[in-house]
């Protein structure tokens, strides 16, 4: 079965310093993956594709099928980055989109 | 202009009624979904729809009954509410395969 782990529940970092958000798949098909992002009291929305290979607020992230991780970077975290991100997982022939816990970013001054 | 919406955004209700969240979607997507996000934002998939028919059920209790009478629309019922239905429901539509969008969620309490 599919399952997608987001190993920090919690990520606190200064303004200005590189951000990781660690995702990891297990998957036996080919990945189809997502990072979604949800702001404070809004909804959830996308905030980038695998697919697209492009970089989002400054945000990327490369899928690694050797390591099954899709881990979303930013060199330098901005106060507006905070919120919750998940990472996702499409399967089921388009039709399954699995999340993972989510890792609540928190930025600093 | 709203893509997807739900209704009503906060509810709260006695332990054993029986209530109902719609959604609506105007974007022409063939894929509704319904999500529980629980205190710890934990978002966990509940059904799938494709056209009208119900592809997922991820073992939800049958007290939760989804409905869609059309593929804009993915209704969810809910019997005999318990207090550990209490949570944020969000309906999502996408075309198959592409971006996920979201309604604005559902806060469903039970007392």
């Known amino acids: 079965a599919q399952r997608v782990t987001q190993p920090e529940k919690l990520l606190s970092v200064f303004k200005g310093a590189p951000v990781e958000l660690k995702c990891n798949y297990s998957y036996s098909g080919s990945p189809e993956l997502f990072w979604y992002v949800q702001y404070s009291r809004q909804r959830l929305q996308l905030l980038l594709r695998?697919?697209s290979r492009e970089s989002i607020k400054g945000f990327t992230a490369d899928l690694n099928k050797g390591e099954t991780s899709f881990h979303l970077k930013k060199p330098f975290a901005q106060e507006e980055d905070s919120a919750m991100y998940y990472c996702a997982l499409l399967t089921g022939g388009g039709n399954k989109l699995t999340f993972g816990t989510g890792t609540q970013l928190k930025v600093e001054l | 202009d709203t893509a997807v919406s739900q209704t009503p955004k906060y509810l709260v209700t006695q332990m054993g009624n029986d209530k109902s969240i719609k959604c609506e979607q105007n974007l022409g997507h063939d894929t509704m979904y319904w999500y529980k996000q629980d205190s710890k934002k934990f978002l966990k998939i509940m059904f799938s729809?494709?056209?009208?028919?119900?592809?997922i059920n991820e073992t939800v209790p049958n007290r939760f009954s989804p409905k869609s009478p059309d593929k804009a629309h993915l209704n969810l019922h809910i019997n005999s509410l318990e207090l550990g239905d209490s949570a944020v429901y969000f309906c999502?539509?996408?075309?198959?395969?592409?971006?996920?969008?979201f309604g604005q969620g559902t806060r469903l309490t039970v007392v």
């Open positions: 729809y494709n056209n009208k028919e119900l592809i």
């Open positions: 999502a539509s996408t075309r198959t395969g592409t971006e996920a969008f």
């Open positions: 695998h697919i």
